[in-house]
């Protein structure tokens, strides 16, 4: 769907046309988001774990601030990783916050395997 242009909302209105309305489709537009998200990340290829480390690479050279770091599991795959640039700890030390996104909130099993580099 996503690939073709098709917004998940859209998909799922279609969906509750054809079967008479809502109550005979079987299933939520919650439902329809979380497949869709667990389906993206079931695209994630092990290219894109070692092209995160290459990007840190780079931009400890362009900013020597920055600092990263990554955790694998005992199978070596990318577990969680965590960076920060020069101007976020110039930030932190002019007003003491620090902002985290997690985008794992709610979801399961996400694996990247990650080469020995």
């Not at 769907?1 to 859209?10: A, Y």
């Not at 998200?37 to 400890?60: I, Y």
Request: aromatic share 14%.
């Amino acid at each position: 769907m996503s690939k073709q242009g098709i917004r998940t909302s859209d998909a799922f209105g279609y969906i509750a046309e054809q079967a008479g309305g809502l109550q005979n489709v079987g299933f939520c537009k919650r439902d329809v988001y979380i497949f869709v998200s667990w389906e993206r990340l079931q695209r994630v290829e092990t290219g894109d774990a070692v092209s995160l480390l290459k990007l840190f690479r780079a931009r400890k050279i362009i900013d020597p601030f920055f600092d990263w770091e990554v955790k694998l599991d005992e199978e070596r795959r990318l577990n969680n990783f965590l960076w920060c640039d020069g101007q976020s700890k110039l930030d932190y030390d002019a007003f003491g916050d620090v902002i985290i996104f997690d985008i794992s909130y709610r979801m399961n099993n996400i694996i990247l395997y990650v080469p020995l580099l």
